[in-house]
T-cell receptor, first 115, second 115 residues
Framework: AAGVIQSPRHLIKEKRETATLKCYPIPRHDTVYWYQQGPGQDPQFLISFYEKMQSDKGSIPDRFSAQQFSDYHSELNMSSLELGDSALYFC??????????????FGEGSRLTVL | AQTVTQSQPEMSVQEAETVTLSCTYDTSESDYYLFWYKQPPSRQMILVIRQEAYKQQNATENRFSVNFQKAAKSFSLKISDSQLGDAAMYFCAYRSEDSNYQLIWGAGTKLIIKP
């Protein structure tokens, strides 16, 4: 079965550079969520989109932006990268804007390392 | 605001034995979902088991079962016949029944399986 696809799986950037992470949800899923997980920490919610509109916003820095496109894939853009941005970034998708089974399906994550 | 508490940072169990991971939560809502996610060293977040709050029957998935006590706001995970592959971080998570609510995570419990 198709799962949530994230790319790239690994990314190394220098401080003050820009990075873009991509997420392809499970087909027919209309909601995408982005999480950031630092070393030894639980995932922190960043932002979510439902039907291409931002639906909820968490602890996303102003240096980050995201959007969901017409094909429902989402991109997380991170600018002016800082050392503290080094983390595992998860994308998750769900159906019907979060209702139904309530389950989020997670991608394998994109590991960002900022040097 | 909802909160999720996992009071056991680390647990260890002998292979083939049974272990129970604790999770408590706080909410004023009556309809919600509870989840246990497993995060092995590969770092992918994998759903272990799901419980709908309106269901009184405890969810079961093979060797994994939960003890859901709604009044006590408790949601523990029991792993029977523990296997080496069960070693991972286990996260308890809460999700409101309202659409577009993101997951509220516990801090996680690291499960060690002793051969």
């Amino acid at each position: 079965a198709a799962g949530v696809i994230q790319s790239p799986r690994h990314l190394i950037k220098e401080k003050r550079e820009t990075a873009t992470l991509k997420c392809y949800p499970i087909p027919r899923h209309d909601t995408v969520y982005w999480y950031q997980q630092g070393p030894g920490q639980d995932p922190q919610f960043l932002i979510s989109f439902y039907e291409k509109m931002q639906s909820d916003k968490g602890s996303i820095p102003d240096r980050f932006s995201a959007q969901q496109f017409s094909d429902y894939h989402s991109e997380l853009n991170m600018s002016s990268l800082e050392l503290g941005d080094s983390a595992l970034y998860f994308c998750a998708s769900s159906l019907f804007g979060g209702s139904g089974t309530g389950e989020l399906f997670f991608g394998e994550g994109s590991r960002l390392t900022v040097l | 605001a909802q909160t999720v508490t996992q009071s056991q940072p680390e647990m260890s169990v002998q292979e083939a034995e049974t272990v129970t991971l604790s999770c408590t939560y706080d909410t004023s809502e009556s309809d919600y979902y509870l989840f246990w996610y497993k995060q092995p060293p590969s770092r992918q977040m994998i759903l272990v088991i799901r419980q709908e709050a309106y269901k009184q029957q405890n969810a079961t998935e093979n060797r994994f079962s939960v003890n859901f006590q709604k009044a006590a706001k408790s949601f523990s995970l029991k792993i029977s016949d523990s296997q080496l592959g069960d070693a991972a971080m286990y996260f308890c998570a809460y999700r409101s029944e309202d659409s577009n609510y993101q997951l509220i995570w516990g801090a996680g419990t690291k499960l060690i399986i002793k051969p």
